[in-house]
T-cell receptor
């Protein structure tokens, strides 16, 4: 069972370059999420999608964009990377959030991104 | 969001039970209490969650205080593979899980 697959596992990128982080899930979950994790700050939500065709902004959306063309894929794009976007990026998915917090999230193993 | 307080770190011996505490005194009546853990160089892993009643699954047990202001994650027999950072997260309707500092569990052979 693959669950959540993220690619690449790591990347070094020059500042100013465009980069797309890929995320695919095989659990048919409606909701998907992108988080970043920085040392000492825990995980912070960047963008989310409750269902295919819809997206929403999280806590730290600036400099990032997402799309949700189908249920399985949720790519995250950095249009013009900056050094402050150096981080570990985690994709997650869950059944529909619904009206309460009864849905756990399932995470991928992350993409380590370094912007020089 | 409800604030949580967890010990920064705890130690356990292998094969012994571990009780990981969490205070969430500002929790709302509709917040579920979720526990996740993060092993080194991996993404967070869902462990267990509950609302009011104690919960058991193959990984752990969750004991929730009657007033819901605290909870305890119980690992019945710690193994070396349980060494991780454990996060207690009150969660209600909405999308964001708010990860605090968590408890770093060290397991000694």
């Amino acid at each position: 069972i693959a669950g959540i697959t993220q690619a690449p596992t790591s990347q070094i990128l020059a500042a100013g370059r465009r980069m797309t982080l890929r995320c695919t899930q095989d659990m048919r979950h409606n909701a998907m999420y992108w988080y970043r994790q920085d040392l000492g700050l825990g995980l912070r939500l960047i963008h989310y999608s409750n269902t295919a065709g819809t997206t929403g902004k999280g806590e730290v959306p600036d400099g990032y964009s997402v799309s949700r063309a189908n249920t399985d894929d949720f790519p995250l794009t950095l249009a013009s990377a900056v050094p402050s976007q150096t981080s570990v990026y985690f994709c997650a998915s869950s059944d529909s959030p619904g009206q309460d917090g009864n849905q756990p999230q399932h995470f991928g193993d992350g993409t380590r991104l370094s912007i020089l | 969001d409800a604030k949580t307080t967890q010990p920064n770190s705890m130690e356990s011996n292998e094969e012994e039970p571990v009780h990981l505490p969490c205070n969430h005194s500002t929790i709302s009546g509709t917040d579920y209490i979720h526990w996740y853990r993060q092993l080194p160089s991996q993404g967070p892993e869902y462990v267990i969650h509950g609302l009011t009643s104690n919960v058991n699954n193959r990984m752990a047990s969750l004991a929730i205080a009657e007033d819901r202001k605290s909870s305890t994650l119980i690992l019945h027999r710690a193994t070396l593979r349980d060494a991780a950072v454990y996060y207690c997260i009150p969660h209600n309707a909405g999308n964001m899980l708010t990860f605090g500092g968590g408890t770093r569990l060290m397991v000694k052979p």
